[in-house]
T-cell receptor, first 113, second 116 residues
Framework: AQTVTQSQPEMSVQEAETVTLSCTYD???????LFWYKQPPSRQMILVIR??????QNATENRFSVNFQKAAKSFSLKISDSQLGDTAMYFC??????????FGAGTRLTVKP | DTGVSQDPRHKITKRGQNVTFRCDPI?????LYWYRQTLGQGPEFLTY????????KSRLLSDRFSAERPKGSFSTLEIQRTEQGDSAMYLC??????????????FGSGTRLTVV
């Protein structure tokens, strides 16, 4: 069974600083896909960044980057130069081939001015 | 196309009543998913369709829940004899098979159900 664990229920960061959100997962498959979604208060979930397990290079999208450690089954999200608009719930998600997406419990991130 | 639409945004119902939610996916997407999200938790998978076929159902989907996607376009999720434990946000998402690995799922804004 797929499981996704986000061990940090809440985090906070000062504006312009860097924060890292952690995520671990469990699978016996060798190929799969990992995602980070952002859910602002009372708004819909949007995709922040994705990573394919067979790619060793860590994905980067502007201020967002991941640290993918396949052997450790770890997929952390780093947000650089944090902005007030980054305040949201962040969900780590996992998807195997021919399977649906499963989510962690989320991390509530607050960016403080 | 304005994305994934869900209706209604909010629903308050009395325990024991039936409720039905609607989801309109992105028109080019052949897959449609239903998730349930309770306060402070991540979305939990309920069921998904590929075109009009319902391919998987979670054990969370009790006999009181039924979902349809009659023409492979919009979908409905019905909850019969609602219970207070059904109170949650019900999320719909859509994707294209084989492209969801690249683009992930596109989510709607959800329907928040409150059972009183």
């Amino acid at each position: 069974a797929q499981t996704v664990t986000q061990s940090q229920p809440e985090m906070s960061v000062q504006e312009a600083e860097t924060v890292t959100l952690s995520c671990t997962y469990d699978t016996s498959e060798s190929n799969y896909y990992l995602f980070w979604y952002k859910q602002p208060p009372s708004r819909q979930m949007i995709l922040v960044i994705r990573q394919e397990a067979y790619k060793q290079q860590n994905a980067t999208e502007n201020r967002f980057s991941v640290n993918f450690q396949k052997a450790a089954k770890s997929f952390s999200l780093k947000i650089s130069d944090s902005q007030l608009g980054d305040t949201a719930m962040y969900f780590c998600a996992f998807m195997e081939e021919n399977n649906d997406m499963r989510f962690g419990a989320g991390t509530r991130l607050t960016v403080k001015p | 196309d304005t994305g994934v639409s869900q209706d209604p945004r909010h629903k308050i119902t009395k325990r024991g009543q039936n409720v039905t939610f609607r989801c309109d996916p992105i028109s080019e997407h052949n897959r449609l998913y239903w998730y349930r999200q309770t306060l402070g938790q991540g979305p939990e998978f309920l069921t998904y369709f590929q075109n009009e076929a319902q391919l998987e159902k979670s054990r969370l989907l009790s006999d009181r829940f039924s979902a349809e996607r009659p023409k492979g376009s919009f979908s409905t999720l019905e909850i019969q004899r609602t219970e207070q434990g059904d109170s949650a946000m019900y999320l719909c998402a859509s994707s294209n098979r084989n492209m969801d690995r690249v683009y992930g799922y596109t989510f709607g804004s959800g329907t928040r159900l409150t059972v009183v």
